[in-house]
């Protein structure tokens, strides 16, 4: 018998649970960790014939997933396929199935899932339009199988192309061709991955060959093949304990197609023993009834071959009960064979006729079954396909040409396009740059004029800068004369009051004027001149700017707090300009600030620099004039809270004594909450 009987159900469920190990809970093209389990105790109910119950259990246990993978779903509906249409016999819905199995296929997340899946289902759906007598479907669908495991270059889709090509030769009675593609199949298994489902297909291979040489009565080549197949068994069988029932029931096919092969070589005794053990092998429950029972054919015949007439009858009155609970059509039209025969061995002409008569109506109906595939050229429809799918590759390729063609025109076009605009470029670029050059010269010439009166408005500067000390130091001795004059004039009691007033007023406006020259000088000095540097403790150097400035604070009642660094820091500044900045800067605190209010002055280290700030409560700066503090002669200007006179120098002055220490000055300031000045200078070395 040929050995396909039972790998639907011992080796379609363990192809689903050989790919379950242990998964991410996302999609990785594979089965999810959740569904091993529900294919395990699926796999066990189908093996042990609890078809339905085991059909139930899967639709129940499978709607629990909580996320199903695309190979979950496509693993569902091939078990699904499988007992439907190779158990059940309802290819229609067999052929559902396996539709929504190409379905899945088509969504595989990765190309390895994709060439597995796609050709897998490709293969169910050609099963079923095989079993429907559509061949010319089924053979589409074996060709498209084909071709995934062509282009992917996946062997086990290829292997099962060639074995299906090899089953339709086989029962075409094409004996030689089935040998062929066995063989093929079987190479293409070798170079696929191990595990048991791949162990027992190549075991079947091997048998089915021996079959192929047998009925080609090639009796030497089948009994090497199948003694072949018993080796491989001993050799590989004992890897799969939890299987070694499937391996025994395989040996006892085997065993039966040996024994077809002793009987035609007349060693009965020989073939009588080994159909025994095949028999008492496979009729077990759960195992092989149907190759055990047609087993029983070829033993019946041996019987009628050596008038065993009481063994003969025994058997078929022993497989007559089987028929009630066991149908197999094969095997009851043999039956009724042998009981014709077995009937003329006794010259009962009318029960051998009924026999005989109902063994061509059954014979009939298996022939018909085989008639369409008997007529179908499998070979050249698949040669057929073959071309029409390079036609289609040419079209394809002849599209594609075409696009490359157009795309190459477009292209050169483009770069015609592109060489214009270039030339036109470059020959507007060389009058951009004739005309750029003539501008440059232009441009050479006026900057020439500007380098010329740039360096006429330094000298003017600088003369203007000597002439303004000048005046400011002739100015400054006849004021202090005139402002020490009313000091005294003013102790004297010759003047009335009137007089007094008018001698006060001049003496404020003397010192104010000799301040304001005093202030003009620093200025044009602190712009001009280069610092003297030295090193210089900040900590003592605020001391002692606050100090001589506490008298000054205490005329409106205020007081000016400190906070110094815990160890002393030394800076390389300008002692008297620095001193000037920070003296400058508690002035105006002090200026600006209510009777009473308290000054605070802080110094902090910031990473390589050191951070001054000094901070009051007083009048804050506007928002307007913020942007016009730190300009020479500035706007900003305003008297302080006790009519203070503030010439808008002071801190134009303190911003080019920072600058020139490379340091920064800024200030934060809110009219309600008054103004706090930063200074930063940084903590280089001499």
Excluded at 280 to 297: F, M, P, V
Excluded at 458 to 487: M, Q, W
């Amino acid at each position: 018998m040929l050995h396909c009987r039972f790998v639907w159900l011992c080796c379609v469920l363990p192809i689903a649970l050989s790919s379950c190990q242990k998964r991410h809970p996302i999609d990785n093209g594979q089965d999810s960790e959740e569904f091993k389990p529900i294919l395990k105790q699926a796999s066990w109910y189908f093996e042990h014939n609890q078809i339905d119950y085991g059909l139930v259990y899967l639709d129940s246990a499978f709607a629990t997933l909580p996320r199903p993978t695309i190979n979950d779903k496509f693993r569902y509906y091939g078990i699904n396929f499988v007992i439907y249409n190779k158990v059940k016999g309802d290819h229609e819905k067999g052929l559902a199935f396996a539709d929504s199995m190409l379905l899945y296929a088509k969504k595989s997340v990765n190309e390895k899932q994709y060439a597995a899946n796609f050709a897998e289902a490709n293969f169910a759906r050609g099963d079923a339009f095989f079993d429907m007598n559509r061949f010319s479907d089924a053979y589409q669908c074996f060709y498209q199988g084909y071709l995934v495991g062509k282009n992917y270059v996946n062997n086990e889709a290829l292997g099962d192309f060639t074995y299906r090509m090899a089953m339709i030769m086989y029962k075409q009675e094409h004996y030689n061709l089935a040998a062929g593609y066995f063989k093929e199949s079987y190479a293409q298994n070798l170079a696929g991955t191990d595990g048991f489902v791949p162990f027992f297909r190549r075991q079947e291979i091997l048998d089915n060959i021996g079959l192929c040489y047998k009925n080609n009565g090639q009796l030497d080549s089948a009994l090497h093949y199948f003694d072949k197949t018993l080796s491989y068994l001993d050799e590989h069988g004992y890897k799969y304990p939890e299987k070694a029932f499937n391996v025994e029931m395989a040996r006892g096919v085997v065993y039966g197609n040996m024994a077809e092969v002793l009987t035609k070589r007349g060693q009965y005794h020989k073939a009588a023993t080994l159909l025994k053990k095949s028999i008492a092998i496979n009729l077990q429950k759960d195992a092989d009834y149907r190759d055990a029972q047609l087993t029983e054919i070829k033993l019946g015949k041996l019987y009628l071959d050596l008038n065993q007439r009481d063994s003969l009858k025994s058997l078929l009155e022993l497989m007559k009960k089987q028929f009630d609970t066991l149908k197999n059509d094969q095997a009851e039209a043999e039956w009724n064979r042998l009981m014709a025969s077995y009937f003329l061995k006794d010259k009962d002409y009318k029960k051998a006729a009924e026999y005989l008569l109902a063994y061509d109506e059954q014979k009939d109906t298996i022939n018909k079954r085989l008639t369409g595939l008997r007529e179908s050229d499998v070979t050249q429809q698949v040669a057929n396909y073959e071309n029409q799918h390079k036609i289609d590759t040419l079209r394809n390729n002849n599209k594609l040409q075409k696009i490359y063609l157009i795309a190459a025109v477009l292209i050169t076009l483009m770069l015609i396009v592109i060489i214009s605009l270039i030339f036109r470029n470059w020959k507007r670029s060389r009058n951009e740059v004739i005309l750029v050059n003539k501008l440059n010269q232009q441009i050479n010439q006026q900057n020439a004029i500007l380098e010329n009166a740039l360096a006429e408005l330094n000298i003017s500067s600088r003369e203007k800068d000597r002439i303004l000390r000048a005046v400011a130091h002739d100015l400054r001795n006849p004021l202090g004369g005139i402002a020490s004059l009313t000091t005294s004039l003013i102790d004297d009691d010759d003047f009335n009051d009137e007089q007094k007033v008018l001698l006060v007023l001049i003496k404020d406006t003397s010192y104010n004027s000799l301040e304001l020259i005093n202030e003009i000088l620093e200025a044009t000095n602190s712009y001009n001149a280069n610092f003297k540097k030295e090193m210089v403790d900040i900590n003592s150097l605020l001391s002692n700017s606050v100090e001589l400035l506490r008298f000054k604070a205490a005329e409106k009642d205020q007081q000016i707090t400190m906070e110094l660094l815990k160890e002393p820091r030394e800076l390389y500044i300008s002692r008297e300009k620095i001193w000037r900045v920070i003296s400058n800067l508690i002035s105006n605190a002090t200026k600006f600030s209510p009777y009473g209010a308290i000054i605070h002055v802080k110094v902090t280290e910031e990473d390589d620099e050191v951070k001054i700030a000094v901070n009051d409560h007083g009048i804050g700066i506007p928002d307007h004039l913020k942007s016009e503090v730190f300009n020479m002669f500035t706007d900003a200007k305003r008297p302080g809270t006790a009519g203070e006179k503030s010439f808008g120098l002071g801190l134009s002055i303190c911003k080019q004594i920072i600058d020139k220490h490379d340091g920064k000055i800024w200030f934060e300031s809110n009219e309600h909450d008054g103004t706090t000045f930063f200074v930063k200078l940084q903590k280089q070395a001499a």
